[in-house]
């Protein structure tokens, strides 16, 4: 493990790393957000999901430096009296949750697809790639609905409440998948016909043994970076259908619903309630994106 | 005592790098004669390639010519602005690269390519460059050139391939030919035509040729000079007769004897124990020290402080303190590991 | 297991690729049916402890033959009969237990080490794939003799292959192959892609490594010089057959047949002895339109009409070996020596 790291930080990516002030600045900013949002119980200045902190009499108070602001709400309250900042952080820890989890599912889901279509080929390898096409052909945001609607009507509505994060979580993977099937597919493809996996089955393994042990650990490099910027979408992703109305139940408000609710207060004056969760969600898939765009780069051994 | 065509002098390229400055050729220095084919021969790593792609100036960034001087015709040609070495090249030098499947655009027809490069370097008509193209065809041994002339690289056949690269790097008739590995991807019995081709046209034509490859086979058949390089520097420059048959560095030496031939009946070849050094670490005094067999013969531990130059040794010139005067009276070069 | 002196046997082998374009194409564009015939009918054998090298250029089936020899290809048609057992009959754990007594070297050190893995987990690789030693202690005991074997340390174990030069990892590769205690070996251009020095390294090692394990070896190469040094018996492919087959020392000694005696005078001459050479006609044909007949007829100073229509046998020859020419067996041929 020493060593690993050792040879890391000796590396062209950890130099890439340091020289790129932007990058650096990215990462802080991302890291800044992820800690934020996973300590959220114990670093918010408030809690707003306690109904016995929460005065209705503070709603709608404007942001600290404005006028009439209360400095222990820094950026103001929303219609119940909630400190914004408050609900920000918690609201980042459901969206990240949400984006994080399901781009792991989708990397379980379409690694595995991508390298047994690979591997295997002929019929198989036919029908996965056929049913990823026809997946691409709807957009990610109608699948991830699809999926949810289904799920509502199936289950109904006070049962789905209790689930409806991780039917969330398996709407985004599902949408996600093709990407990373395709991208190890191709990989896997190339790797097959080298010596190494020749050499393999002339030792006399199982396919089975080749794919995940030789194969595998040589096709998953493109696809960080396609994970790092897959998680920017999937936040989106999520945001877009909790602003819809469709995404979490709103007794737990991601981001998303945060900016939903702050919306009708918009042309009244009070907007901070919507602005400020905004911000919050640009500049955290802001920060990912960038950092997944130079992971690309100084992953990339032509650009070295 | 005619000009040199082309004079190299000191020349030293180098690779800057995080790691510090890499060099990859360290200070050499040969001449071509005109009319004349130098071999430059030498393992992987050994910097041949970089000479010839710094002679043709298409020496890819980051590395650049650290110092010394190219001259051709006694012109210095190494530090020419762009559009001035892009007229240098085609007209006066010519290219041969090892690939002829990457050689070749596959979008335009093969005519086309040649009759460009005539047009681009030559005063001639449109009529007279496709003539010339025709005739250029003929000489490579590409039959029916009138019609093929009209086909597409994909069209021919790896051999015919190189032949058509072989026109066109004759086509503006220049005075060099730069060949890098012209041989080497392909079969063995295609190799022994195009090396018998290109030795030919070039005594036509009156062209020089030089030859870069790993493969001693084919510089015994084509050069008169070859020049053996080791690390980025010559181990040993000299008519190619002597050199194969009368190596005088220790380097050669083993190189020979590591050659095994349809015939000799050795139980062993001759092992050259490690592996050439890689920039990072190359040793200091004479490159080759780590790995010689001789060089306790020269007293003081000269070869791991002094880097030796070209010193005449025999019929050829050898970097090797073993034919320095003070030393060579004490050990002559052995030569029981040599190939003949 | 027998006890005879054959260890390999290829019985009229032959393996075929369908590289037609696909069907849709096919009807639009009224194209046929493309077969590439990569091996038709090869029949050899190998003595135990000998070293066969089959040598031809590039399209003459010996890289296909290499790996129909080793299961990576199945036949389509003919046997492969390993110490008397046929390779298509056995299958599961019969098939695993022959298995270990082959391995394979490949062409490309950079290619044939998972990049992935360390050294001593690609050595060990065929050793615990047949189970042969499951004590922690005792595998690591194992690697380590192995590397030294090749010559080199067992703290290389530790390292990823891209820590090492081409040659050394050809010494990997080897020491993978010997992991298992095999008794054949088959080398597909093991030093092709290696320098002149190492390639002396690599030949020596593997001689020496033969004479101590009393492997046999199948060596396929497409450099002459290589394959006398380090051949008993050299085969001559060409375009998928077997032209000729005989002891090293006859083959380049009195090439019988018109393509060994072309591929002699091909090969540079190092020694300038400045020897008459037939200059080599034309080019090796696309192997998916091979000639009728003797597939070497068009290029061929001594064909006949027989020639063009019946495709000549490997036939017994007096002064050792087989060759298969209308031209030999008619005696049509002025016996020539190399030089």
């Not at chain 2, 597409?152 to 026109?167: A, E, K, L, N, T």
């Not at chain 3, 004479?211 to 998928?240: C, D, E, P, Q």
Request: glycine share 8%.
């Amino acid at each position: 493990m020493q060593d690993t790291m050792k040879r890391f930080f000796d590396g062209d990516v950890w130099w890439s790393f340091k020289h790129n002030p932007l990058v650096i600045a990215a990462a802080i900013t991302a890291l800044i957000c992820v800690l934020g949002a996973a300590f959220a119980p114990w670093l918010s200045p408030h809690n707003p999901f306690d109904l016995k902190t929460i005065n209705l009499l503070d709603a709608f108070t404007p942001p600290a430096w404005v006028t009439n602001g209360k400095s222990q709400f820094v950026l103001g309250t929303d219609d119940q009296g909630r400190d914004v900042l408050s609900t920000i952080m918690h609201g980042s820890r459901i969206t990240l949750l949400v984006g994080i989890c399901a781009v792991m599912l989708s990397m379980l889901i379409g690694i595995t697809l991508g390298l047994v279509s690979g591997y295997i080929g002929g019929k198989l390898d036919a029908f996965i790639m056929r049913v990823a096409d026809i997946q691409l052909s709807f957009p990610a945001i109608l699948i991830a609905l699809l999926i949810d609607g289904v799920a509502r009507v199936a289950v109904g509505k006070e049962y789905h409440d209790q689930i409806a994060v991780y039917v969330l979580i398996f709407a985004i993977a599902a949408s996600g998948w093709v990407q990373y099937a395709r991208t190890v597919r191709g990989s896997t493809l190339v790797e097959r016909n080298k010596e190494y996996v020749q050499a393999a089955r002339v030792i006399g393994r199982s396919p089975l043994a080749i794919m995940f042990s030789h194969v595998l650990p040589n096709v998953t490099g493109p696809v960080l970076v396609l994970a790092t910027l897959h998680v920017g979408t999937a936040i989106l992703t999520e945001a877009t259908l909790s602003f819809l109305g469709v995404g979490v139940p709103p007794t737990q408000p991601s981001l998303g619903t945060l900016i939903r609710i702050g919306n009708d207060f918009l042309f009244s004056g009070e907007w901070w309630i919507t602005v400020f969760p905004g911000i919050a969600l640009v500049v955290l898939v802001l920060s990912i994106n960038l950092l997944g765009d130079w992971l690309r780069d100084a992953l990339n051994p032509k650009l070295r | 005592m005619t000009t040199p065509l082309l004079q190299v002098k000191n020349l030293r390229i180098e690779f800057p790098s995080r790691r510090g400055t890499l060099v990859a050729v360290d200070d050499i220095s040969f001449e071509i004669a005109p009319g004349e084919v130098l071999g430059v021969v030498g393992e992987s790593g050994a910097g041949k390639s970089l000479t010839g792609a710094a002679v043709i100036g298409l020496l890819e960034p980051p590395g650049r010519i650290a110092s010394g001087e190219i001259l051709l015709n006694g012109r210095r040609i190494d530090n020419l602005p762009f559009e001035e070495m892009r007229k240098v090249r085609g007209r006066e030098i010519g290219a041969i690269f090892q690939d002829p499947l990457t050689s070749l655009n596959p979008l335009y027809t093969v005519g086309r390519q040649i009759t460009e490069t005539i047009e681009t370097h030559l005063n001639v008509s449109k009529a007279e460059a496709r003539d010339r193209a025709i005739k250029l065809l003929t000489e490579t041994g590409i039959p029916a050139a009138e019609k093929r002339i009209d086909h597409y690289p994909h069209q021919f056949s790896g051999g015919m391939r190189q032949r058509v690269v072989i026109s066109l790097a004759l086509a503006a008739q220049p005075k060099l030919i730069i060949a890098d590995e012209p041989t080497t991807a392909l079969d063995v019995s295609i190799q022994a035509q195009i090396i018998t081709l290109l030795k030919k046209l070039c005594r036509e034509h009156g062209t020089s040729i030089m030859l870069v490859t790993h493969d001693m086979g084919v510089i015994a058949e084509t050069a008169d000079r070859v020049a053996v390089m080791y690390a980025g520097r010559i181990a040993e420059i000299g008519p190619v007769s002597e050199v194969i048959h009368n190596p005088q560095h220790p380097y050669t030496i083993g190189l020979m004897g590591a050659i095994p031939s349809v015939g000799d009946e050795v139980e062993r070849l001759t092992q050259i124990d490690g592996a050439m050094p890689r920039l990072t670490a190359i040793p200091s005094g004479c490159a080759f020290n780590p790995r010689c067999t001789r060089v306790n013969d020269v007293p003081d531990g000269r070869c791991t402080r002094e880097r030796p130059s070209l010193l005449p040794a025999g019929k050829t010139q050898a970097a090797c303190w073993l034919h320095d005067k003070n030393t060579a009276s004490v050990a002559g070069v052995s030569k029981e590991t040599s190939h003949v | 297991m027998s006890d005879s002196k054959i260890l390999l046997e290829v019985r009229d082998v032959a393996r075929e690729f369908d590289v037609s374009k696909p069907w849709l194409n096919r009807m639009i564009e009224g194209q046929p049916e493309q077969i590439l015939k990569a091996v038709d009918g090869i029949s050899f054998t190998i003595n135990r402890g000998e070293t066969l090298s089959l040598v031809g250029e590039s399209g003459c089936g010996k890289s296909t033959m290499a790996r129909v020899i080793c299961g990576l290809y199945k036949p389509s048609r003919g046997e492969v009969i390993f110490d008397g057992v046929d390779m298509a009959k056995v299958h599961g754990a019969e098939l695993q237990n022959l298995r270990k007594r082959f391995q394979m070297i490949f062409q490309d050190p950079y290619a044939s080490l998972n990049p992935r893995w360390r050294v001593g987990k690609i050595v060990a690789e065929p050793i615990l794939s047949h189970n042969l030693i499951t004590d922690p202690a005792a595998l690591k005991k194992r690697v380590d003799e192995l590397l030294t074997q090749v010559g080199l340390s067992p703290l290389d174990a530790e390292k990823f292959p891209h820590e090492f030069s081409g040659g050394q990892r050809q010494r990997i590769s080897i020491a993978r192959a010997l992991s298992s205690n095999p008794e054949f070996l088959v080398c597909d251009e093991p030093t092709s892609a290696l320098d002149v020095s190492v390639q002396a390294q690599i030949l020596n090692l593997m001689k020496d490594l033969q004479r101590k394990f009393g492997l046999t070896y199948l060596f396929i190469s497409h450099n002459l010089a290589v394959v006398s040094h380090i051949s008993t018996r050299v085969g001559v492919m060409y375009l998928g057959r077997l032209v000729e087959v005989a002891e090293t020392k006859r083959i380049f000694q009195r090439p019988l047949h018109p393509y060994t005696q072309m591929l002699q005078s091909a090969i540079p001459d190092l020694k300038m002895t400045g020897k008459q050479r037939t200059p080599v006609a034309g080019e090796v044909p696309n192997p998916l339109d091979p000639p009728t007949g003797c597939a070497f007829h068009p290029r061929c100073p001594y064909a006949n009409e027989r020639c063009k229509v019946e495709r000549p046998s490997l036939i017994e020859h007096p002064d050792g070996g087989q060759v298969a020419c209308h031209a030999v067996e008619e005696k049509r041929i002025p016996i020539r020596l190399a030089a």
